[in-house]
C-alpha cells in the first residue's frame, strides 16, 4: 500500500523538485549575471570616473597653459601697445618741430623772395623812369602823336559806377591820350589785361566828359617775338629797349583806339 501511494505521488514531487531545481539554476544564473553586470558596471564605472578625472586633469592643465599663453601675449601686447603709443607720440613731437621749423623757413623765405621781387620792382620802375618815360614824347612824334604830358602811376578811381583802373604812363594832349602799361616779361595775360583796362579807361572819360580818342601801348623789357605780334595785332604800340635807346613798333594795321 506504502509502494502504491508513492507511485501514485511521485510524479507531482517530481515535478516540484524539478521546478525548484530549475527554480534554483535560474536563480542561481541570475545571481551570476546580476553580479556580472554588477561588477562590468562597477568596472565601466570606475573607467568613466578615471577617464573623467583624467580629462578633467587634463582640461584643466591645458587652460592653465592657454590663461598662461595669453596673459603672456596680453602682457607683450601692452608692451608692445605702449611702445607704438611713445614712438607715434615722438613721431607726432618731430614731425610737429618739422612742420614749425619749415613754416619758418618758408615765411622767412618769402619774406626774402617778396623783398628781392620789390627790389627787382624797384630796380626796373627805375629803368623805365630814367629809359623808357623820358623818351616816349619824342618817340611817338614819328607816329603822328604830339603829347605835352606825361604823367606816371596814374590812378583811375570812380566807386560810384565801380570804375578803377591803374595806369603805369599816361601821355596826353587835347585829343589824344595814350596809356602806357610796363611789364619786365611781357605775356599773353598781360596783353588780354590790358584790353580790359581800355575798356575801363574809356568808360571812365565818357563818365566824366572826356571824348579824346585813347590809345594803348606795352614796354617790357623782354618781349617774345609771338606775345608781341599778338599785341600788335590787337592794336597795340610794342615799346622794347634797344641799346641804351628805346624803339616802338606799331600795330599791323590802322592804331586802334577806345
Do not use: C
Amino acid at each position: 500500500m506504502t509502494i502504491g501511494r508513492k507511485k501514485r505521488k511521485s510524479p507531482l514531487y517530481k515535478r516540484i523538485w524539478e521546478t525548484l531545481d530549475r527554480t534554483e539554476k535560474i536563480q542561481e544564473e541570475n545571481a551570476k549575471g546580476l553580479a556580472a553586470f554588477q561588477a562590468s558596471t562597477e568596472k565601466n564605472i570606475a573607467e568613466l570616473r578615471a577617464s573623467t578625472e583624467k580629462n578633467i586633469t587634463e582640461l584643466r592643465a591645458s587652460t592653465e597653459k592657454n590663461i598662461t599663453e595669453l596673459r603672456a601675449s596680453t602682457e607683450a601686447f601692452q608692451v608692445n601697445t605702449e611702445a607704438f603709443r611713445a614712438s607715434t607720440e615722438k613721431n607726432i613731437a618731430e614731425l610737429r618741430a618739422s612742420t614749425e621749423a619749415f613754416q619758418v623757413n618758408t615765411e622767412k623765405n618769402i619774406a626774402e623772395l617778396q623783398k628781392a621781387v620789390g627790389h627787382l620792382g624797384n630796380r626796373f620802375g627805375e629803368f623805365a623812369e630814367h629809359t623808357l618815360v623820358p623818351n616816349l614824347k619824342e618817340k611817338f612824334k614819328k607816329y603822328g602823336f604830339n603829347f605835352s604830358k606825361l604823367s606816371e602811376n596814374v590812378n583811375l578811381d570812380d566807386k560810384e559806377h565801380r570804375i578803377h583802373a591803374e595806369i603805369d604812363a599816361l601821355l596826353e594832349n587835347g585829343g589824344e591820350a595814350m596809356a602806357v602799361e610796363v611789364k619786365i616779361h611781357l605775356k599773353t595775360d598781360n596783353i588780354d589785361e590790358h584790353i580790359k583796362r581800355m575798356e575801363k579807361i574809356r568808360a571812365y572819360a565818357d563818365l566824366h566828359g572826356d571824348d579824346r580818342k585813347f590809345y594803348g601801348s606795352l614796354a617790357a623789357a623782354v618781349a617774345g617775338e609771338e606775345v608781341k605780334t599778338y599785341a600788335l595785332k590787337q592794336g597795340f604800340y610794342v615799346i622794347e629797349p634797344s641799346g641804351e635807346d628805346v624803339k616802338v613798333t606799331p600795330p599791323f594795321s590802322n592804331r586802334k583806339f577806345w
